[in-house]
């Protein structure tokens, strides 16, 4: 099993250590008291810092390995290797967004309050709304690779 420590700055100390995940954990992201972990067991899970627990209702998966994440209480956003991004939300257990516009992985996330950004392995950024009931990409930027 893959294992996320958290240390204290001041003296070093592992604090928390928390377990779930069966593959190499890929990607982390914080958002005040929570911590999301994407990892190769296509898994996404959202830990409570206070606790030191995961919260176990949300059963958030893809169907490859999770490569980033991020979070923006209540909404958490996950990229994987096939190219997809999902859009979930905490306070109700759900997936509400499934953003498929890429043909390699997704390898990062940028969010602002308006807007999701991904980027995959062959050099695009594609530009999303970040409300979830918004549909189809808003523009795509195409890097030379």
Partial sequence: HAHARCWSLKTGACTVLLSGHTGTITCLDAHTDHLVSGA???RVKVWNLRKGKCLKHLRWKHSSAVLCVKVTRPLVYSGCA??????WDIEKASLLRVLDG???????LFLDRWHLLSGDAEGR???WSAHPDASGCLITFTHPV
């Avoid at 096939?82 to 859009?87: A, D, E």
Wanted: with cysteine; proline share 0%; aromatic share 0%.
């Fill in 82 to 87: 096939k190219g997809l991004v999902k859009m």
């Fill in 102 to 108: 890429h043909r390699s992985s997704v390898k990062c």
């Fill in 40 to 42: 190769k067991d296509c």
């Fill in 125 to 127: 950024v594609k530009a």
